[in-house]
């Protein structure tokens, strides 16, 4: 790759990997960049995911104390997330390329149409898990069945795609719990770090075994850069406005969403 678009990736990944660990969605602005590098729809998200894999391990650095506090009600979530992203991954693998070239920009657009109205959604899933609340059975409610079964559902789409996952999980989380976004912000961080684990181990043992095809350079720089943005994104997510970060994700996907079809 050229010199001058390593340095655009380096930068867009700094900045992903604090969006990720601010509010999620950073593979936004990275994923469709790697698309109108000309790397195809497939490609760009393997290389983005195994890339986007070290702006969750700075985030998790991040939010680590935040994690430790509920790590005896975690397991059953970790455990299911690594399963559907597992699954999702490959069936990224196994996917034409053809339908890819369609699929991804579609995806893109639900990515960004969940970024806008992220906080709508989230309130009409919490008036929705209202009304239909049972009696409290003293069980947490990271480990009931409701929830452990809606972050499966977000992990298979966070293994096919990565981008956006971290909304989903905002919006789950937030509604089985009640609490606000801020408080179950690092569980959304571990589960995004599990998934992305889960998924780049997928495409890199297919990158060995079977020749699925990953851009290790443009990989690395996304990488870099991620790696510092979101260990630094844990601190800034509690001081930006969520509107610049959610204003910077728009504007850049949809500039390379206008380049990818003229």
Not at 1 to 16: D, H, R
Not at 156 to 175: K, N, P
């Amino acid at each position: 790759m050229e010199p001058l678009s390593l340095v655009v990736l380096l930068v867009m990944g700094t900045i992903a990997g604090a969006i990720n660990a601010a509010v999620g969605s950073g593979s936004l602005l990275t994923l469709p960049v790697l698309m109108t590098l000309g790397i195809p729809p497939g490609v760009a998200v393997r290389t983005n995911t195994t890339g986007m894999l070290f702006s969750t391990i700075g985030s998790v650095l991040g939010y680590r104390r935040e994690i430790a506090a509920e790590k005896r009600e975690l397991p059953p979530l970790a455990i299911t997330a690594a399963v559907g992203a597992t699954a999702g991954a490959l069936l990224l693998l196994v996917s034409p390329a053809s339908a890819l070239d369609v699929v991804v920009p579609v995806l893109i657009v639900v990515a960004l149409t969940m970024v806008v109205f992220q906080k709508r959604i989230t309130a009409a899933l919490r008036k929705r898990a209202e009304r239909r609340a049972e009696p409290a059975s003293g069980r947490s409610p990271l480990r009931s069945p409701a929830m452990v079964g809606s972050i499966g559902a977000a992990s298979v789409y966070g293994g096919y795609f990565t981008a956006a996952q971290g909304i989903l999980y905002l919006g789950i989380l937030g509604t089985f719990t009640g609490r606000p976004m801020g408080s179950v912000n690092s569980v959304k961080n571990l589960l995004s770090l599990i998934v992305n684990l889960a998924a780049a181990s997928v495409y890199v043992i297919a990158h060995f075994v079977v020749g699925a095809e990953i851009v290790w350079a443009a990989s690395g720089a996304i990488a870099l850069g991620a790696l510092v943005g979101g260990y630094f994104g844990a601190h800034l997510a509690k001081t930006m406005p969520e509107w610049v970060l959610r204003g910077v994700i728009v504007v850049v996907a949809l500039i390379a969403l206008v380049r990818q079809f003229v």
